[in-house]
């Protein structure tokens, strides 16, 4: 048998390797009715999940939203029917009041949500709905300028983590802050005063004889006594103040923008208010009282453990001067029981 030339040996598997490629593109490539196959599939599945989803164009007009978004927006049937923009679907969830924002806010609200879709790819948002539902909105830029939007629901992971964080920062009994997140607070105050040198007053409140309270009438009395303190400090001080119980029957309040004299002021109504308001227990009209020390804020001071330890020392001497008064601390030590900042009234009697 005769031997090829080389020539020849090459022509045919080069003839081959030319027409590989376009039968391979040929198969690779579907026509126009695989496409819109494919496409109803990925809607229908789309269409079934529990997330929402929409998809706008270039011109932010929405090509595709799924029932799940409709359903969590209440779009009207106009929306669901038609190709809206997407600032006229956030313009039907302002006049519906679909968020969980104030008048005064809205309009500003909705503005920040279009720009957060312009800018694409932007952290998460988290949108809270009026209905008490809270929505984690995430933005993908596409090609060509559009958009992908996903709504997922994380209620419960948020009110999860938001009990949580209360858990941690406020104290069982009473629902006010506990002493760990109070002194978080009490040092970005202090650190704010410094600052600007703004004034910044505190005050340590202890029950006078509690101890009797718990021996004469129990420990659950006892803790109802505290939840009372609780309410008639809590209808004493701004919302700026920040009140805390920091100890078994001690408080803590300390008042921003707030000079010695108006924190006696303060301490002095707290203590008129719970000597005039005794605890209704079962049966029984409980009368208590209260001591408290005052300090502010001065120079010499380093940090708000300084500030703390003065009004704890005045705390210390209107117990040792027979409780149920207030007593500021100055820079030469707690003010003499003559002078205007120390209020002396006998302790009441049973």
Request: hydrophobic share 40%.
């Amino acid at each position: 048998m005769a031997r090829s030339r080389p020539s020849e040996r090459s022509s045919t598997p080069k003839h081959r390797s030319e027409e590989a490629p376009s039968r391979a593109t040929a198969c690779a490539q579907p026509g126009p009715g695989a496409a819109t196959e494919e496409l109803a599939t990925l809607y229908a599945a789309l269409d079934n999940i529990e997330n929402g989803i929409m998809l706008l164009d270039h011109e932010l007009r929405a090509r595709y939203a799924n029932p799940a978004l409709h359903a969590m927006f209440k779009s009207p049937q106009k929306f669901i029917d038609g190709k809206p923009l997407y600032a006229e679907m956030l313009e039907h969830a302002r006049r519906s009041s679909a968020y969980a924002v104030s008048p005064d806010e809205l309009k500003r609200y909705v503005a920040a949500r279009l720009a957060w879709v312009v800018a694409g790819d932007q952290p998460p948002v988290d949108q809270r709905l009026s209905s008490g539902r809270v929505i984690r909105c995430q933005c993908a830029a596409l090609p060509g300028g559009g958009r992908m939007l996903t709504y997922s629901d994380v209620t419960d992971i948020v009110r999860h983590g938001e009990e949580l964080e209360r858990l941690a920062t406020t104290d069982g009994m009473t629902g006010i802050y506990n002493r760990r997140h109070f002194m978080t607070l009490a040092d970005h105050e202090w650190n704010r005063s410094r600052r600007y040198g703004r004034p910044l007053s505190f005050l340590m409140i202890d029950i006078d004889f509690f101890k009797s309270i718990n021996d004469r009438f129990g420990h659950e009395v006892g803790d109802q006594m505290i939840v009372h303190l609780t309410t008639l400090a809590r209808a004493c001080k701004r919302d700026s103040d920040v009140l805390a119980r920091i100890g078994g029957e001690e408080f803590a309040l300390l008042l921003p923008e707030t000079d010695l004299a108006q924190a006696q002021s303060v301490a002095e109504r707290l203590r008129r208010d719970v000597g005039e308001n005794p605890l209704i227990a079962n049966a029984d009209r409980i009368l208590t009282t209260i001591s408290i020390g005052v300090a502010a804020r001065n120079v010499a001071m380093i940090g708000i453990a300084d500030l703390m330890r003065a009004a704890d020392h005045a705390l210390y001497d209107a117990k040792g001067g027979g409780r149920n008064r207030v007593v500021c601390s100055t820079d030469a030590g707690t003010i003499p029981a003559h002078e205007p900042c120390v209020s002396l009234v006998p302790a009441a009697t049973e």
